[in-house]
């Protein structure tokens, strides 16, 4: 058993960096080109006193610059579909529920197959003690990218041949795109108790990660992906030990077994072997305030979020994406 008080097997250097933070006033003049700016140069940027209206619309005006803006619409229009996050405002929607003292690991938001490029968050109201956004800069030259695996649906055809309705079924219902979602060799099969549709055979699998292309950075890089991150017991292991490193850690009356914590841990499926740390160059400690508006590379920034005590106050961020 992981217990708390045991001294971590990994100790975490992963340094924190404020000058890859670009803090601005909302009543500046050119914000919009000084964002857009600052993430083409890998930054992420704050920007405070913003009202929620002007928060919706400058989420649309960066993302138009990056020609984003019909993704944008498309990520807030699918919000509510699967029931776990509302609409709030244009853009904007609430973040994904948690348990009492539960911390968010560290992620970019999606999968390679949503390919996000963009996130935003706004804090409506931050009291508690804790609740800290912690991002993480993402090292594309570690190592370590070569042992991540990425968990996908995938199919095996066999000798069926599919119609064209048939084809865009498999993408509509299980983003399933062939023939590049053909299962092979190479992926390591979780399950294959996925109804089949049109007799298709489905699997869930862990396929190796490929960079996917920054349009913010215009180049190809690495993502700490949802579907990497969420699905591998290291990285769980990993994000609680940097935040007992870090000091950031609420823990509860009799609890001794940190999976209680980790909001992730039911959908963890196995372990990568990964040195936590040499994921990342550097990472950024916020406390984000009511009216703070944060803007970030969802490709090369990773967002996580600390506990707190429940009753210690009211936390209420919001996340826009595209």
């Not at 804090?123 to 991002?135: F, K, Y």
């Not at 920034?301 to 936390?315: D, K, L, Q, Y």
Request: hydrophobic share 40%.
């Amino acid at each position: 058993m992981n217990t708390l008080f045991e001294s971590p097997e990994v100790v975490h250097n992963i340094p924190e960096d404020t000058a890859r933070l670009t803090v601005l006033d909302e009543n500046i003049t050119g914000i919009v080109a000084q964002i857009v700016l600052a993430l083409k140069n890998d930054q992420v940027v704050l920007v405070r006193g913003v009202t929620q209206k002007n928060a919706d619309d400058m989420m649309f005006n960066v993302a138009q610059n990056f020609g984003l803006d019909h993704k944008l619409e498309v990520e807030a229009g699918f919000a509510s579909v699967k029931g776990h996050r509302e609409n709030v405002g244009k853009y904007f929607m609430t973040v994904n529920k948690r348990d009492d003292y539960h911390f968010i690991p560290a992620h970019c938001e999606g999968s390679s197959r949503m390919r996000m490029q963009l996130a935003s968050f706004y804090a409506v109201e931050n009291t508690t003690d804790g609740g800290s956004s912690i991002l993480l800069n993402i090292n594309d030259a570690s190592p370590e990218w070569s042992i991540q695996r990425e968990l996908v649906k995938k199919c095996k055809l066999g000798n069926k041949k599919l119609s064209q309705y048939e084809t865009m079924k498999l993408k509509m219902m299980h983003g399933i795109e062939l023939p590049a979602d053909l299962l092979t060799d190479a992926d390591v099969i979780i399950s294959n108790d996925v109804s089949p549709v049109d007799g298709v055979s489905l699997f869930n699998v862990l396929e190796q990660l490929r960079k996917v292309h920054s349009v913010i950075l215009d180049r190809d890089c690495y993502a700490y992906w949802d579907t990497v991150a969420s699905y591998d017991f290291d990285s769980g292991t990993g994000y609680f030990d940097l935040l007992r490193n870090c000091d950031l850690l609420k823990i509860p009356d009799g609890v001794n077994d940190f999976t209680a914590l980790d909001n992730a841990y039911a959908r963890r499926v196995w372990k990568s072997g990964t040195h936590y740390p040499s994921l990342f160059k550097s990472k950024l400690t916020q406390q984000l305030m009511a009216g703070d508006l944060v803007f970030m590379n969802n490709l090369s920034w990773a967002h996580s979020t600390s506990n707190w005590n429940p009753g210690s106050g009211r936390r209420k961020v919001l996340a826009a994406f595209a």
